[in-house]
Every structure is written in structure tokens, then in C-alpha cells.
């Protein structure tokens, strides 16, 4: 039933859902209410329980930020659930929450059931947090994977290896740039940014372009020294449980049987045993 104080109704139900044992609180005496007192959540968010009251009321309508992540907090709500109470509120959740450098186990067991493509996970710094075994394959020239734009601007096989370097050097920046505009505060993001400016002239002008956009779907062409040219276009997915991470794959283009397959061939049984 609805009754024009959805933000009222969704603090009243979670607030159902817990019980004081949930969040190392006493219980004493008989309760009237299921799950949490108001005054208890107001005590877990560190407010005045007058105020909390009005916020499930609907008599106050326009609580900060700060108040919304002490509630969230309180409430023990994940990603999805905090990111409702904000659009409740009328406002959005603060985006800048320090990435996740690993990736979960369902996540990679999704990564190592793509047999035939190459999948892998970057954080906002471009970074690999995970990859199957035929990124390993696909990446192998170069003499480290652990960061695709330092690989793109500092290892000399990646010239080779990405048949329109310009253009794939511009996307990573592109990327970079944007990320840095959602979290401008991500250290390792800064850290990478500040190491290619002073190692590579290359990228350090194309940084000054301010070029912006995100990674999204593109066909890039490789030269790989076993599989041969490879066409494959890449679709790009946010990871909703690990804000910052994308999630990559690379598929060969409509009508190429033979791009993916050679790409396996070249992986070879030994690489792939060894994963």
C-alpha cells in the first residue's frame, strides 16, 4: 500500500528486519516492535532520535549525505539497498568509495566459464583484478599484465600488438580521465596517472587533451605473434557488487570462426592446465 512516505516505509521495514543481536545490542524486557527501536538506530547513526522519528514519519524530508550513510550504516544495507534509501531521499550516493582489488569468487568462477573468450575485470586505474585463461593467452607478449595503461605506454610489445595504437592509447586515457572525474580522491588512480605523465611523453599529451569517455563497446584489432591478426570487439560491464570494477570481454566479430579459435590453439593445454 502506498502512502506517500516511501522513505518512511523503507527505514520501517529494515529497521523490522534487524534485531538488537545483529548489531551487538543488549536486548531487554519484552519488545512491542519487531526488530530495532527508532531510538536504536538513531543511538547505531550517532543522531538525535527525535529526528530519526520525523525521517519515518514523513514530517522531515531532506536529510544530508551524512545522515543517509550514518542511516545506511545503521541499517547494515548493501550496495543496492543504500543506493535506494539515497533516490528516496532525492539525491544521489556519493560514488567515491575506494574500489575493491579483488575480485569475488562467484565473479571469477563466471570469468573461468568463458572457455572461449578472453574475459577480464579492471578497476578504475586500469589495473587486472582478474582475468580467465585466454586474457592470460591474448596478453601474453607483453612481459607483465598488471596494468593495461602502463602496458599500453611503457612495454615496447604493446606498439606491435595493438595494430591502431593511437587510437587504443587515446581510449585508455580517455578512460582514465573519466574515472578520475567519479573519484577524484582514488590513490592507486593518481598514482598511475602521475607515473605515465612522467614516463611517457606520449601519454603525458594526450592526458592535457581532457579527452572523456567511458569504455563501452569497441572493435580492436592485435597482432598476436601465435594466434595471428585478431579483430574482437569488447563489451564492457559495471560489476553492481564491486563499484569501480569492469568487467571486459572480447568476442570476434559477427562471421570470424576463426579469430577465437586461434587464440585457443595458441593458448595451448599447458597454459591452460596451469591456471
Known amino acids: 500500500m502506498m502512502t506517500g512516505n516511501n522513505l518512511g516505509e523503507f527505514l520501517r521495514a529494515h529497521r523490522g528486519r534487524l534485531r538488537p543481536g545483529d548489531v551487538g545490542l543488549p536486548s531487554y524486557g519484552?519488545?512491542?516492535?519487531?526488530?530495532l527501536r527508532r531510538e536504536e538506530v538513531a543511538a547505531l547513526a550517532g543522531m538525535n532520535g527525535d529526528y530519526y522519528a520525523r525521517l519515518e514519519q514523513g514530517r522531515e524530508h531532506s536529510p544530508s549525505a551524512q545522515i543517509l550513510e550514518a542511516i545506511s550504516a545503521a541499517l547494515r544495507l548493501d550496495g543496492p539497498?543504500?543506493?535506494?534509501?539515497?533516490?528516496?531521499?532525492?539525491?544521489?550516493?556519493?560514488?567515491?568509495?575506494?574500489?575493491?582489488?579483488?575480485?569475488?569468487?562467484?565473479?571469477?568462477?563466471?570469468l573461468d566459464a568463458y572457455t572461449t573468450v578472453p574475459a577480464f575485470v579492471l578497476n578504475p586505474a586500469k589495473d587486472f583484478v582478474a582475468a580467465n585463461a585466454l586474457a592470460?593467452?591474448?596478453?601474453?607478449?607483453?612481459?607483465?599484465?598488471?596494468?593495461?595503461?602502463?602496458?599500453?605506454?611503457?612495454d615496447?610489445?604493446?606498439?606491435?600488438?595493438?595494430?591502431?595504437?593511437?587510437?587504443f592509447?587515446?581510449?585508455?586515457?580517455a578512460g582514465l580521465r573519466h574515472a578520475t572525474g567519479i573519484d577524484p580522491a582514488y590513490a592507486r588512480l593518481s598514482e598511475v596517472v602521475r607515473s605515465l605523465n612522467e614516463q611517457s611523453e606520449a601519454f603525458e599529451t594526450l592526458w592535457?587533451?581532457?579527452?572523456v569517455y567511458g569504455k563501452t563497446q569497441d572493435t580492436t584489432e592485435f597482432d598476436h605473434p601465435e594466434a595471428g591478426?585478431?579483430?574482437?570487439?569488447?563489451?564492457?560491464?559495471?560489476?553492481?557488487?564491486?563499484?569501480?570494477?569492469?568487467?571486459?570481454?572480447?568476442?570476434p566479430e559477427p562471421g570470424d570462426c576463426s579469430g577465437a579459435g586461434r587464440l585457443r590453439a595458441a593458448q595451448g593445454p599447458d597454459r591452460g592446465e596451469q591456471r
Open 30 to 35: 519484552t519488545r512491542r516492535v519487531a526488530g
Open 208 to 211: 592535457s587533451s581532457h579527452t
Open 136 to 154: 592470460e593467452a591474448l596478453f601474453c607478449p607483453f612481459e607483465t599484465v598488471d596494468n593495461l595503461a602502463r602496458m599500453t605506454f611503457l
Open 156 to 167: 615496447p610489445a604493446a606498439k606491435h600488438f595493438f595494430v591502431h595504437w593511437e587510437t
Open 81 to 110: 539497498a543504500r543506493e535506494h534509501l539515497y533516490r528516496l531521499a532525492g539525491t544521489v550516493p556519493d560514488a567515491r568509495r575506494t574500489p575493491k582489488e579483488a575480485v569475488s569468487a562467484p565473479l571469477q568462477q563466471l
Open 169 to 173: 592509447a587515446e581510449s585508455i586515457v
Open 229 to 251: 591478426r585478431l579483430a574482437l570487439i569488447s563489451q564492457s560491464f559495471d560489476v553492481r557488487a564491486a563499484p569501480g570494477q569492469l568487467m571486459v570481454i572480447y568476442q
